[in-house]
Nanobody
Framework: QVHLVESGGGLVQSGGSLRLSCAAS????????MGWYRQAPGKQRDLVAV???????NYADSVKGRFTISRDNAKNTVYLQMNSLKPEDTAVYYC????????????WGQGTQVTVSS
C-alpha cells in the first residue's frame, strides 16, 4: 500500500507564493517520476510539472519561470514552489507518482486546494 500526502495549499493574493509538499510512504520499490497536476472546476486535470529520479524536469508552458519542482529522494518527497501566482492558477493540485518498472504503478494524492485572489 502506497500513500501520497500533500500539504501546503491555501489562499493567497495574486503575486504571492505558496509551497506544496507531497510525501510518499508505504511499500515503495523504486520511484520513477513524481509530479503535480491541477484541476480547476469544470476543467480536465492537467500536468503542472514533473521530475524524474535523475532530476530532469518538465513544466506546463503556463507555469514556466514561475513554478519550480524539486524532490528529496531520501525522503520520497516532492515539492512545488509556486511564485508570482495568478488567479488562473486556482485549482485543486494533485500529487502523482509513477513507481517501479514498466508498466509502472501510479498513485495519486488526495488533492490540496490552491486559491489565488485578484
Amino acid at each position: 500500500q502506497v500513500h501520497l500526502v500533500e500539504s501546503g495549499g491555501g489562499l493567497v493574493q495574486s503575486g504571492g507564493s505558496l509551497r506544496l509538499s507531497c510525501a510518499a510512504s508505504g511499500s515503495i520499490f523504486s520511484i520513477n517520476t513524481m509530479g503535480w497536476y491541477r484541476q480547476a472546476p469544470g476543467k480536465q486535470r492537467d500536468l503542472v510539472a514533473v521530475i524524474t529520479s535523475g532530476g530532469s524536469t518538465n513544466y506546463a508552458d503556463s507555469v514556466k519561470g514561475r513554478f519550480t519542482i524539486s524532490r528529496d529522494n531520501a525522503k520520497n518527497t516532492v515539492y512545488l514552489q509556486m511564485n508570482s501566482l495568478k488567479p488562473e492558477d486556482t485549482a485543486v493540485y494533485y500529487c502523482h507518482m509513477k513507481e517501479g518498472y514498466y508498466p509502472y504503478s501510479t498513485y495519486w494524492g488526495q488533492g490540496t486546494q490552491v486559491t489565488v485572489s485578484s
